[in-house]
Each structure stands twice: as structure tokens, then as C-alpha cells.
């Protein structure tokens, strides 16, 4: 039996659509509720009216063409609002990725300070005490009354003709000099080879040399001199080596090792008059633990012989042969055009090569970030292909649907 709320139901579909069955129930509803009655009268009389009512050909096809019309200007507008996002989208996307690659590139200028050579000049040991010369007596086992008196007198000899002689001879100053130095310079090649000649025409010679960078405005050039110039010639190099580039740090440093080097000397004169005594005393040897205990002796003293020989060659080395620090720095158009020394018209053309620098630097990360990102670009673009496909498919089915 058909109640108010099914026959509500089946007022919604069409009453051509409805079986005999539901007719028949929903009539014999109709009759026992006038509610429903009245809704399917009103239902029955609206349908007449329209198919009495005459529509005018075309009717149909012009308000389908409006809506059509009205729909490709809303999807136009829309289109060209999407478009407009994504061009600002991936010139947004372009212009990070370029500043990312630009700046992992482009390292800082090196701008710290050259660096110091502080060597110290040498440790001095400590010296061996005069109970050296009582421990080659015992050495010797010769008696204190008989050998020991002798060899004494001889030593306090030696020792005061030695040190008479020094004081009685004019000392000379003793001096080691150590230069550092920082070129700046826009011709680095050149003026690289220019700083070789350089140690060469004054006799000295370049004990170390390295080099880093490509010439790139991200990866300039430094080259890192460590040069021995005869220190006879050392002004002479250091004015020469003004004309190399631009120097922008310049620093002399002098240590005065006279006191060092003639103690080191007289207590190697002091060391060889005990060889000779020493070997006087095994010529005249008369046992074996004798000889033995001399040969140690002997071979003690002349540790102490090659020690301060060494001592001396280092100080000869130092002394004759200044050690000189070059840092040979390439630096860019921009920062050449800081430089106040240059004329105007050189300045103007280092701004023009910095700018020119810089525009091709930042092209290179460009186009190193587009292809660095080409796999994703492919990726969206299929991504977005399929769903502009399915898109264009659902509207096609959309389309004959309506058609039907």
C-alpha cells in the first residue's frame, strides 16, 4: 500500500517513466488523500500547459549555443589566468634556482690577511759545562797529579788565546732579514712570470711555489712565492718587485743573532781544541779500557762538533740568504675598479668587464640549473600532458553526452 512519502518519490520522476503498477497505486492513493490528490492534479495541469504552449524553432539550440558561448569565456578567462601564474611561477622557479647556483659558485675574494712567517731562528741547546773537559780526564784514567795538571793548563791556554783573539777581532754584525709581501694584479700570467724572473736577475732562486684557481670570476688565480734572495741584493729585489702588479701589504722583519752566532762559534772552537787533545791522549794510550773510554770521548765531542758546525751553516744560510714570502692575488674587474691609483678610464673599463663578468656568470648558473633540473622539468611536463588529456577526454564525453 502506497503511503504519502513513496507517492512524494514518485511525483519526482516523469509520469511516462511510471510503471502500471505505480499508476495504479498512486491513483487509488490519490483517492483516499486529498493532499496527494491536489499535488497530482496540479502535477497533470502544469504538464498541459506546456505541451499546449507552442515554443519558437531554434528555441532550444540558441539557449544551448548561449550557455556554450557564456562557458569558453569563463574556461578563456580562467586559461589565461593559469597561464599567467605559470609564467610567473617558473620565472620565480628559474630566478632562485639561478641565485642558488650563482652563489654556491661564487666564492668570497680571499681577503685574509697574508700570512706571517715567524720562524724562530733557532733553539739553543743546552751547552755542555766545562765538567765535559774533567770527564775525558777520568775518561782517560789518567791520574789528577800527573796527566789531569797538564791537560788543564793546556785547555785555560787555548780557551784564553781563543778568547783573546775574539775580543781583540772587530765582530760583524750578524742580521737576518725576512720580507712578506701581497701583489694584487689583473695580469696574472704575466706578472707570475715576471716575479720569477725577478728572484732570478738578483742571483736568488724560488724554493716553493703554488698555485690554486682557474681565472673564472667565482675561482680567481693566487699563486704563493717562497723565494732565498742574497740579502746583499734584498732592497734592490723588494723595489723591483713594486713594479709587479700593485703590492697592497708589505711588512720587513730583522733579528740580530750576532750574540748567538759568536757564542756558537767559540764554543766550536772550544769543542775542536778537546778533539785534539783528546787525540794526543789516545797516541799515548797504554790499555785497552784506556782507548775505549778515549774513543767515547772522542766520538761525544764530535756529536757536539757537527751540532754547532750545523748551528753555524743554519745562521750562515739565514744570514746570507733572506727569506722573502710572495701571495701573487688575481682579483676581478669590480675590484680593480675600486682601486683609486688607476686612471678614470680604467676604472670605467674594469666596471664595464665586472658587469660583463658577472652577466656571464650568471648565465652559466642558468643554464647549469636548467639542465641540473631538466629531469624534473620532463617529469612535470608528462604529468601535466596525462592531465590535460584526461581533461580534454572527460569534456569530449561530456559534450556527446549532451548531444545524445
Known amino acids: 500500500m502506497m503511503d504519502c512519502r513513496m507517492f512524494a518519490l514518485l511525483l519526482d520522476r516523469p509520469e511516462a517513466e511510471w510503471t502500471e503498477r505505480e499508476r495504479l497505486d498512486a491513483e487509488a492513493h490519490a483517492a483516499q488523500c ?31 549555443d548561449a550557455l556554450e558561448t557564456e562557458a569558453q569565456k569563463t574556461m578563456k578567462k580562467s586559461i589565461r589566468w593559469l597561464r599567467a601564474v605559470s609564467a610567473v611561477a617558473a620565472v620565480a622557479v628559474l630566478a632562485v634556482g639561478t641565485t642558488a647556483v650563482y652563489l654556491n659558485d661564487q666564492g668570497p675574494l680571499a681577503k685574509t690577511a697574508p700570512r706571517e712567517k715567524n720562524e724562530s731562528v733557532f733553539e739553543e741547546p743546552e751547552y755542555e759545562e766545562d765538567f765535559v773537559y774533567d770527564y775525558a780526564m777520568e775518561a ?11 791537560f788543564s793548563a793546556k785547555r785555560a791556554a787555548s780557551v784564553s788565546t781563543a778568547s783573546t783573539a775574539d775580543a781583540g777581532s772587530s765582530r760583524e754584525a750578524k742580521i737576518i732579514r725576512t720580507v712578506n709581501m701581497t701583489i694584487q694584479t689583473r695580469n696574472y700570467q704575466a706578472d707570475c712570470d715576471a716575479a720569477r724572473l725577478l728572484a732570478s736577475q738578483y742571483g736568488g732562486r724560488i724554493e ?16 704563493s712565492f717562497t723565494m732565498r734572495i742574497p740579502s746583499e741584493r734584498l732592497d734592490d729585489f723588494i723595489s723591483g718587485a713594486k713594479d709587479v702588479g700593485t703590492v697592497t701589504y708589505l711588512s720587513e722583519s730583522s733579528s740580530d743573532v750576532s750574540e748567538s752566532y759568536y757564542d756558537t762559534r767559540s764554543r766550536l772552537e772550544t769543542q775542536q781544541v778537546k778533539m785534539e787533545r783528546l787525540t794526543k791522549l789516545m797516541e799515548k794510550a ?25 748551528q753555524l751553516n743554519g745562521y750562515d744560510s739565514r744570514i746570507n740568504d733572506s727569506y722573502v714570502y710572495i701571495e701573487l692575488r688575481e682579483v676581478s674587474s669590480a675590484t680593480a675598479a675600486e682601486n683609486r691609483k688607476l686612471s678614470l678610464g680604467e676604472r670605467i673599463s674594469n666596471a664595464v668587464s665586472a658587469s660583463v663578468e658577472t652577466a656571464g656568470e650568471v648565465i652559466q648558473a642558468m643554464v647549469i640549473f636548467l639542465i641540473a633540473a631538466l629531469p624534473w622539468i620532463a617529469a612535470l611536463a608528462v604529468v601535466i600532458l596525462i592531465v590535460c588529456l584526461a581533461v580534454r577526454r572527460a569534456k569530449k564525453r561530456k559534450k556527446e553526452t549532451k548531444t545524445e
Open 208 to 223: 716553493s711555489f703554488n698555485t690554486s684557481g682557474d681565472g673564472s670570476a667565482s675561482f680567481l688565480r693566487h699563486a
Open 286 to 310: 797504554e790499555s785497552v779500557s784506556d782507548l775505549v773510554e778515549l774513543e767515547n770521548a772522542v766520538s761525544d765531542t764530535q756529536y757536539w762538533i757537527d751540532y754547532y758546525t750545523g
Open 140 to 150: 782517560a784514567g789518567a791520574s789528577e797529579a800527573a796527566t789531569g795538571a797538564t
Open 34 to 64: 486529498a493532499d496527494c490528490a491536489a499535488l497530482l492534479t496540479m502535477r497533470r495541469e502544469m504538464r498541459a500547459m506546456d505541451e499546449e504552449e507552442q515554443l519558437p524553432p531554434g528555441f532550444t539550440a540558441s539557449w544551448r
